[in-house]
């Protein structure tokens, strides 16, 4: 098993990266690079040899990545999430998308990101979450159900009219 100095002198280019690419700032990401491999230090005891050092710490930079740009804004997240337009299972000109995200939890968050922003297959959506892929399927389904009635609620909600003197 890696130590902690090996573990980053190893990985940290590639986590680097990835929180790059979530948070789309350098400062941010090397900022995140640190507090994931805290992180991951601080549960290292814990790790389990399932899954390779760099899937494990390729889904903790992922969901610190994700908790953060939740904290910022939902329009972060919204842009992070829908890069490639036509890419999500939501309609992404619709405004109520950023709302339903919004209510989304991070675990949902981080299968969205996985499937939908990376174009992730179940497989390997179930490497990176330690899930089986049955699990992960009948999550993505769940999700996908969630959110479709979720935005059609929203769609269904009376919008005020604006009144005129």
Known sequence: MLDAGELFERYHG??????????????????????????AISGLGRFRLQAAPLTWLYAIATRHC????????SHEL???????????VLDETRGDVQRTLEQL???????????????????EIAEVTRQSRKTVGKKLKALSDKLRLQLKADA????????TA
């Open 14 to 39: 590639t986590v680097y990266r990835r929180c790059l690419a979530l948070l789309r700032d350098r400062d941010d990401a090397a900022e995140a690079l640190q507090e994931v491999f805290e992180k």
């Open 66 to 73: 994700l908790q953060t740009l939740r904290n910022r804004s």
């Open 78 to 88: 919204k842009a992070v999430l829908l890069v490639e337009p036509g890419t999500f």
């Open 156 to 163: 269904e909600t009376p919008q005020l009219e604006k009144v």
């Open 105 to 123: 939890s991070l675990a949902e968050l981080e299968l969205v990101a996985h499937a939908y922003r990376d174009g992730l297959t179940q497989d």
